[in-house]
């Protein structure tokens, strides 16, 4: 018999650092995010026009913002929406055609997964809304199982 996950929709903030990249800056910021942010939940790192910009979702991350803004880097802070569910086929398209339905636009998602769960990250122009419509209508449809890839 298969067990139900917990789902949850939860409004957190994440911190967003624009850095050089350079060799071992990254390992840097990790360290700093570790000592003064706690556990690390989420993260995306990505190249913009030759600055590299990374996203990381932890346990404090005022503590690790401020942290890393003390060590010469721009760091702020970003409110987003994180959707805890099943790891399901399709389950992404029904998240973002329930923002969708309610006319909420999403600047960006990224998110984690392990075999049965799925922690999903969306920025949203209006998170209020959105945790809001997703908290509502967190109502996975049943599909037949997929083979995996």
Known sequence: METTR????????????????????????????????GGLKGHLIFDLQGQSVGLFLCERPTEAMLALQAGGLQAALEVVVVLETE????????????????????????????????????????TERAAAALQHYLILPDLPPQKAC
Do not use: M
């Open 87 to 126: 790891n399901r086929w399709g389950a992404l398209s029904h998240i973002l055609k329930v923002l969708e339905t309610e006319q909420i636009h999403v600047g960006y998602t990224y998110g984690t997964s392990a075999t049965a769960d799925l922690c999903l990250i969306i920025r949203a122009h209006d």
């Open 6 to 37: 917990a789902r949850s929709v939860r409004i957190e903030d994440q911190i967003r650092v624009s850095f050089p990249n350079q060799p071992d800056i990254l390992a840097e910021i990790l360290k700093t995010i570790r000592i003064s942010g």
